[in-house]
């Protein structure tokens, strides 16, 4: 059974960065894309980052020059660097990673910014 479970998530002040992992168990057939989501109370679950199999990355026009997706494939793990963050980047943060025809999630973890 496929298990994702994300980490890194907590309390941070505006300005401040923080680490999100997202690490995979169990088997997973080809793994493809690597994504980061978001939602916000309220607010509808939105794409925050991707990144291919080959590492091609794109960005929510809201978070680009300010957040880094990387992989580390022989960990099946997806990283988000979120540098200079804002009070408006406050969500729950999911992981999804694609594996042949699934989708695999995690459960989400928690960023709260605010001063």
């Known amino acids: 059974q496929v298990q994702l479970v994300e980490s890194g998530g907590g309390l941070v002040q505006p300005g401040g960065s923080l680490r999100l992992s997202c690490a995979a168990s169990g088997s997973i057939f080809s793994i493809g894309d690597m994504d980061w989501y978001r939602q916000a109370p309220v607010k509808q679950r939105e794409l925050v980052a991707s990144?291919?199999?080959?590492?091609?990355?794109n960005y929510a026009d809201s978070v680009k020059g300010r957040f880094t997706i990387s992989r580390d494939n022989a960990k099946k793990t997806v990283y988000l660097q979120m540098n200079s963050l804002k009070p408006e980047d406050t969500a729950v943060y999911y992981c999804?990673?694609?594996?042949?025809?699934?989708?695999?999630w995690g459960k989400g973890t928690q960023v709260t910014v605010s001063s």
């Open positions: 999804k990673i694609r594996g042949g025809l699934q989708n695999y």
């Open positions: 990144i291919t199999a080959v590492g091609t990355t």
